[in-house]
Structure formats: C-alpha cells, structure tokens
C-alpha cells in the first residue's frame, strides 16, 4: 500500500462516513455475535459498533494502519486483538469463530476467492458472514464501464483498490448463503449477511 494512502486513509474517508458509512457499519455489525474474525481491520473504524460480541479478532497486514487501530482498541469495552495477518493464509485452526467481519477490504485483497475459502474455513458451521463493499454497477453499463477503465489508475493509487469487483457474485459462489443484501448510494454499496454452510 502507498504510503499516502495508509497515512491519510482516515481523512479521505471521513466525509464519506459522516454521509452514512458510519451508520451502515453500525447497522451491520450489530448482527455480529460470539466470537468475531475482523478481515483487514484498517484504522479501526468497526471496532466502537462491536457490543453483542465475546471478543474480536482484528488482522491487518499494513502496520501504520495496525497502529492506528490500536488506539481505537484503547477506547472500548469489547476486548480486541489486532495481529498481523492477511487474508489469503489465516493463521486459525478450522472453525474457530462464530462471525467473521469485513468492511471495504475484498476490494483490495490480491486473490478474494482465496480469502473467501479461508473464510470458510475459519468460520464455523452456519456462522455469520458480514460483508460491507463497494461494487461494480453491473446494472448501469456506462457507468461500469467506466469503473472498468479507472481501475487500472486507481489500483496503483490506493493499495490495489479494484472499483470493478462484483463482491457479491464472489461470496455467492465461493459457497456463502447470502440471506440478505442492502444496497446504498445508489447501488455502488452493498451490505451482505450470509451464513456459512459447510456440507
């Protein structure tokens, strides 16, 4: 990830997260429980929703972005520990949690079909799948065209951002039950709640 990107990530985003973000995060992570697997935790800003939860388990490869976290972890009841990790190898025995969390993240992931395997694995039978993710406009050509074309720059600007994934396409068929999806700003947000089912 560039540099910029990790130390202003905080200031790019807060006029998108006083626009909603915060509350669809809020709203989504409510239905969080037991114990919580946090993929790509960035600076933190899931962790003062976490209520209903035993413990968090936040990974972050970028280590600015750890460190700013942890000073969000300070300010809240739920316990939290944040590890470095990334998503394509989780360092977790096979079922080990009861939700797993990702906001922003299957975006930037370098192999998501990966990650989402490891989410499988990691994640208990009928457990809880809690995505928030930015998506392509597969139902406004001009305008998924034009995520198509930006891609390139703005993956090299902001830590392999793709503006073009279909997020929900790669939950759907890495094997997730998807039991609801919310869409946001006009369709370029979605929030997704699936269940793990594992044969």
């Known amino acids: 990830m560039g540099t910029w990107f990790t130390r202003f990530y905080d200031i790019f985003m807060e006029p998108l997260e006083r626009r909603g973000l915060r509350d669809i995060r809020r709203k989504l992570i409510r239905n969080a429980s037991g114990t919580v697997l946090e993929i790509g935790s960035g600076t933190g800003n899931n962790f003062p929703y976490y209520e209903q939860v035993e413990k968090v388990v936040a990974i972050e490869p970028e280590l600015f972005m750890r460190e700013r976290s942890l000073k969000r972890v300070s300010t809240v009841q739920i316990p939290i520990e944040v590890i470095s990790a990334g998503a394509e190898a989780l360092p977790f025995p096979d079922n080990t949690f009861d939700t797993v969390v990702g906001t922003l993240v299957l975006c930037t992931i370098a192999n998501p079909s990966k990650a989402l395997s490891e989410i499988r694995r990691v994640c208990k039978p009928d457990g809880t799948v809690l995505f ?5 406009l597969n139902n406004n050509p001009f305008l998924g065209r034009l995520q198509d074309c930006l891609t390139p720059i703005w993956r090299r600007l902001c830590h392999g951002c793709h503006l073009n ?7 759907t ?3 997730f039950k998807v039991l609801r999806v919310e869409r946001y700003f006009k369709d370029i947000f979605i929030a997704v709640e699936a269940v793990n089912k594992k044969i």
Do not use: K, W
């Open 132 to 136: 928030f993710e930015h998506v392509r």
């Open 165 to 171: 994934r279909d997020s929900l396409q790669q939950v």
């Open 173 to 175: 068929m890495a094997g």
